[in-house]
């Protein structure tokens, strides 16, 4: 006598829509951090360098700084805080929605696990790797589909602030920053604006790429 075979269960997929809405969050509070951060550039460019000069001295000489300079250390120190926060957040959704594409499409994500985290810090892959896994997301589940406009916007946003060492990552230290607000503010403006547009584009991607996943996503698979 012949065993009933039951079907395998389909891969069970994760609510989304709870992820998405901490990440948008995370990135508007980081998109403020830096509206800060260009607000006191501004205040440190207008009230112009003191006459004992930059708050780095040279040969390991550090003057005491002043309120405004004090006040931009904790500006930057909070900024840097909020961003680390926000990609963690950021992240957490990206995997969410990639185990969801892999559970809806059957195919292995193009991009192992580890590059959903190597992808942002190892060099020169870092250039597109990120971008190929947030890709992959979409085009596993609709193959047919046009990548949103917003992804590449996104990108082409985050690799702007990355670019000169005055965005995301700055290369110098905090007192080198405000020597430069003192005497070349406008790159660190432009540079503090592309970064806030880069967050206010990836608050849209997730929303976007959310919302196009399959309704069930945000629910537990019901049995047949």
């Not at 389909?10 to 260009?38: D, E, F, Q, S, T």
């Not at 607000?39 to 930059?54: I, K």
């Not at 994500?109 to 597109?128: A, C, D, E, K």
Request: hydrophobic letters at 55%; proline letters at 7%; one cysteine or more.
């Amino acid at each position: 006598m012949n065993e009933e075979q039951t079907p395998l269960a389909a891969p069970a997929v994760r609510p989304a829509r709870g992820a998405a809405h901490c990440a948008i969050a995370a990135l508007a509070l980081a998109g403020a951090a830096w509206l800060a951060r260009a607000l006191w550039h501004v205040r440190l460019a207008a009230a112009g360098e003191p006459a004992s000069g930059p708050p780095d001295q040279g040969d390991g000489v550090h003057r005491p700084l002043n309120a405004l300079e004090d006040s931009y250390h904790l500006v930057s120190s909070v900024g840097g805080g909020i961003t680390a926060v926000c990609a963690l957040v950021f992240l957490f959704w990206l995997d969410r929605m990639r185990d969801n594409a892999k559970a809806l499409s059957g195919a292995e994500p193009r991009y192992g696990y580890l590059w959903l985290w190597l992808g942002w810090i190892v060099p020169v892959v870092n250039l597109w790797i990120p971008r190929g896994v947030v890709a992959d997301v979409h085009r596993s589940v609709f193959p047919d589909r046009r990548l949103p406009a917003v992804v590449n916007w996104w990108w082409g946003l985050w690799l702007a602030g990355l670019a000169g060492g005055v965005g995301i990552v700055y290369a110098d230290d905090t007192d080198e920053v405000i020597a430069r607000a003192y005497s070349e503010v406008l790159p660190l403006l432009v540079a503090d604006l592309v970064i806030v547009a880069a967050a206010g584009a990836a608050a849209v991607m997730v929303h976007t790429l959310t919302a196009a996943q399959p309704r069930h996503t945000d629910r537990p698979a019901q049995a047949g």
